[in-house]
T-cell receptor, first 114, second 114 residues
Framework: EAQVTQNPRYLITVTGKKLTVTCSQN?????MSWYRQDPGLGLRQIYY???????DKGDVPEGYKVSRKEKRNFPLILESPSPNQTSLYFC?????????????FGPGTRLTVT | AQSVTQLGSHVSVSEGALVLLRCNYS??????LFWYVQYPNQGLQLLLK??????LVKGINGFEAEFKKSETSFHLTKPSAHMSDAAEYFC????????????FGTGTRLTIIP
């Protein structure tokens, strides 16, 4: 089954404790992206990657890091989480074949930073 | 630059009534337009998309949307609401060339009244 998976689905952590949210897709997609969803703000892009070793900032990259060492994986790293990073996070992927590039979303990771 | 405005963060309709969710976009280039649905505790699922050609687009679950360039609108409709339509709906825009960045609206939560 074609899918985007994220782990963990729920995470409660404390300020300053480094964490990683994993994202994996089995569709051989070139493009992957991270979004955060906050009430009243919709989804905002954090980082995206056009292919292996190619990443770029989205609209709200501060406090986040990403890496793309393998095509299927695109982890989101919070080196020193803060309470304002409490949010619902989504990973998405798409092929770069024919436009428009329909993005497939993971189930989300709900992060709470205390 | 591109942006999306969804009028009404909450919409309530009676079961069997018309559903109308409003979306206006701003884009400096011809856009691709999307509607996504998010059911409780799930990721985003594509309802429908406009690329080029026919301005009336039909999607899943009986939804459709009409692209009106003169009004810069892409409103989502369904003739008869069902209880299972209760969800949050997001309109999104991306440019039809260049990168794949999706810009989302702030979302509309649809409640169905029995």
């Amino acid at each position: 089954e074609a899918q985007v998976t994220q782990n963990p689905r729920y995470l409660i952590t404390v300020t300053g404790k480094k964490l990683t949210v994993t994202c994996s897709q089995n569709m051989n997609h070139e493009y992957m992206s991270w979004y955060r969803q906050d009430p009243g703000l919709g989804l905002r892009q954090i980082y995206y990657s056009m292919n292996v070793e190619v990443t770029d900032k989205g609209d709200v990259p501060e406090g986040y890091k990403v890496s793309r060492k393998e095509k299927r994986n695109f982890p989101l790293i919070l080196e020193s989480p803060s309470p304002n990073q409490t949010s619902l996070y989504f990973c998405a992927s798409s092929t770069l074949g024919a436009k428009p590039y329909e993005q497939y979303f993971g189930p989300g990771t709900r992060l709470t930073v205390t | 630059a591109q942006s999306v405005t969804q009028l009404g963060s909450h919409v309530s309709v009676s079961e069997g009534a018309l559903v109308l969710l409003r979306c206006n976009y701003s884009s400096s280039v011809p856009p691709y337009l999307f509607w996504y649905v998010q059911y409780p505790n799930q990721g985003l699922q594509l309802l429908l998309k406009y690329t080029t050609g026919a301005t009336l687009v039909k999607g899943i679950n009986g939804f459709e949307a009409e692209f009106k360039k003169s009004e810069t609108s892409f409103h989502l409709t369904k003739p008869s609401a069902h209880m299972s339509d209760a969800a949050e709906y997001f309109c999104a825009v991306s440019p039809n060339f260049g990168n794949e960045k999706l810009t989302f609206g702030t979302g509309t939560r649809l409640t169905i009244i029995p």
